[in-house]
């Protein structure tokens, strides 16, 4: 094809410590980008707690007088609550419309001159945004919650490094989807309607307004098998109020992974596909 | 509408060459919104099917919060001693009253960027007032469908909750909602003003007016301690939907307040809406231009 696009396989020399280094580049570059938005960071922190109150007593209601809902009980109801509005941030569900934007004015030319993949630089920057969100906005609610309500700690050694794992996996899933969505500008320059509908399914199925168990069991089913969303926010939270066994635990990741892979290798699809019809806009 | 009170006079003049001061005969300045309104509504529905997409899109997340609620119903069976039909009334109440403020008021939530690029000094040169301008500029018409589907739910709801009609519950069924409209208004513009202050405040606004909604779309019964005390009765919301419902449906508070409170929301809702006029007021007094 003789195209410049980053998506060519490179040259011959592929040199993994190097591409390491770029990527943790990229990575700190991420990381110190949002560590100066300081102010918006205090403000989300608030709103969060807010919404921590409101969810909590609201599903503790719930539970009511026989104290248990779905299989929950009230100290796991608190911890999902608290954990929720800590991790909506770190794996940033709303408000990146990043990739849209350079598709629309036409920087994402810029990008495609550039010797990584649009993929993996995007990722890359994003794993550092999340890791500054996981100090900043995850650590005060997950602070403030049991200071108010009683939480469920996990008692089993397994479930705090399987936790650890499925939250770096939910970033990189709800990170996949959030390109696939931003991508959909290549072909619609406008990407308020599928950024809408994201906002809009990814908040309810996703398991932020209410634990998905509460559904009717094929319905569970149904979304953890066929869409990406349980994978988001409800697996990781699972394992960490330990909701279920080890081994259903450790099946609720492999999914989410199955999934995270998938809708990665569907970026770089989407990516390739696009860039064969790409229009620069702009100057 | 009440908001207008707020709305006419929103614009004070920082300086007398800036606005208001100039201002045209009010026939000329309503012909004024007109048009701007006009050409919102004609760039908006220009792209058609982007418009309906977005049109669905919106109704969605309403629809959600409802089912949201019907869903925890579904697992609990009583929320705070009600019952489901009689927690739709509350829902109704507040998401029409939502749905209807945050289509006229909502966008004024973008003031963030206005401040930051500077388009807020556009908005100060110009002979009319600063928030009519604002909201007319980017009225979501979109957004149509959410107070739509929320007016639904508030009929469906009211009609099936067996309620025992007199005269003043049919008054109070149409003042609350229009009541909710004005507090959840005042809400969007007295958070919104938070910005002239502090240009990154973003989603702080959010933990009281979504933050309200949600808070509104449960029995005050269902929160507890100095939460509730604060949101229910420090920042007024048990008066938007809990306690006009109660007096709907006729039941006593189970938290012990008298049964007429459920008529006080447009007393609740008035001097919100006067606390948000001069909040604005007063913010675009302070308001110093970023430059850009």
């Avoid at chain 1, 010797?115 to 969100?133: E, I, M, N």
């Avoid at chain 1, 290798?265 to 790409?278: D, F, I, K, Y």
């Avoid at chain 2, 959600?64 to 009600?82: K, P, Q, T």
Wanted: some cysteine; proline content about 5%.
């Amino acid at each position: 094809m003789g195209s410049v696009t980053a998506t060519v396989a490179p040259p011959t020399t592929s040199n993994v410590i190097l591409w390491f280094r770029t990527f943790r580049a990229i990575t700190g570059s991420g990381f110190r980008r949002y560590s100066t938005y300081r102010q918006a960071s205090a403000a989300g922190v608030v709103t969060n707690l807010v919404f921590g109150f409101l969810r909590c007593y609201v599903l503790l209601a719930a539970a009511g007088a026989a104290g248990t809902v779905a299989g929950y009980d009230r100290g796991q109801l608190a911890t999902f609550v608290w954990v929720s509005q800590g991790l909506l941030a770190v794996i940033l569900l709303w408000g990146w419309t990043e990739l849209a934007d350079r598709i629309r004015t036409g920087d994402i030319a810029a990008d495609l001159l550039r010797p990584v993949h649009p993929v993996t630089s995007h990722l890359a920057a994003d794993l550092g945004r999340a890791g500054h969100a996981a100090l900043v906005r995850l650590l005060p609610p997950v602070l403030v919650g049991p200071l108010f309500f009683e939480v469920h700690l996990p008692r089993r050694w397994s479930t705090v490094p399987l936790f650890g794992l499925s939250v770096v996996v939910a970033v990189v899933l709800c990170f996949g989807c959030r390109y696939l969505v931003n991508a959909t500008a290549y072909w619609l320059h406008d990407v308020r309607g599928p950024v809408v509908l994201w906002a809009v399914a990814s908040g309810v199925l996703a398991g932020l307004y209410f634990p998905l168990r509460f559904l009717p069991e094929w319905l569970q089913l149904v979304l953890w098998l066929g869409t990406p969303f349980p994978s988001l926010l409800q697996t990781p939270l699972d394992v960490l109020v330990e909701r279920d066994s080890t081994a259903t635990q450790i099946g609720l990741v492999a999914l989410q992974v199955c999934w995270a892979a998938s809708i990665l290798g569907a970026c770089r699809l989407v990516q390739r596909r696009a860039e064969r019809r790409l229009v620069v806009q702009g100057g | 509408m009440a908001d207008r009170s707020l709305v006419d006079r929103g614009g004070t003049p920082t300086g007398p060459h800036l606005t208001g001061d100039a201002a045209p005969p009010a026939g000329g300045a309503l012909a004024a919104y007109r048009a701007l309104l006009g050409a919102q509504a004609r760039s908006q529905t220009a792209y058609r099917t982007s418009f309906v997409v977005d049109l669905v899109g919106n109704v969605g997340s309403t629809v959600f919060d409802v089912v949201a609620v019907v869903v925890i119903f579904g697992v609990a069976r009583e929320l705070g001693g009600f019952a489901l039909g009689e927690a739709l009334v509350i829902v109704g109440l507040t998401t029409s009253a939502f749905a209807v403020a945050d289509l006229l008021v909502g966008n004024i939530e973008r003031l963030p960027r206005y401040v930051r690029t500077g388009l807020f000094d556009a908005v100060l040169v110009r002979p009319l007032g600063t928030l009519p301008q604002l909201l007319l500029m980017d009225l979501p018409l979109r957004k149509v469908s959410r107070a739509v589907f929320g007016t639904a739910v508030l009929v469906a709801a009211v009609g099936s909750a067996g309620i025992e009609w007199t005269a003043a519950r049919a008054v109070l069924v149409v003042v609350a909602p229009l009541a909710g409209v004005v507090f959840f208004g005042s809400l969007f513009v007295a958070t919104a003003t938070v910005s002239f202050w502090w240009v990154d405040s973003g989603e702080l606004a959010n933990s009281v007016t979504y933050g309200g909604r949600d808070f509104t779309s449960y029995p005050v019964t269902v929160f507890g301690g100095w939460f509730r005390a604060v949101f229910a009765y420090g920042l007024g919301f048990a008066f938007v939907s809990y306690h006009p419902a109660l007096a709907l449906l006729g039941r006593a508070d189970p938290l012990g307040l008298p049964n007429w409170v459920g008529w006080a929301a447009p007393a609740v809702a008035l001097p919100a809406a006067a606390v948000a006029g001069a909040a604005w007021r007063t913010g675009v007094r302070h308001y110093r231009s970023t430059g850009s």
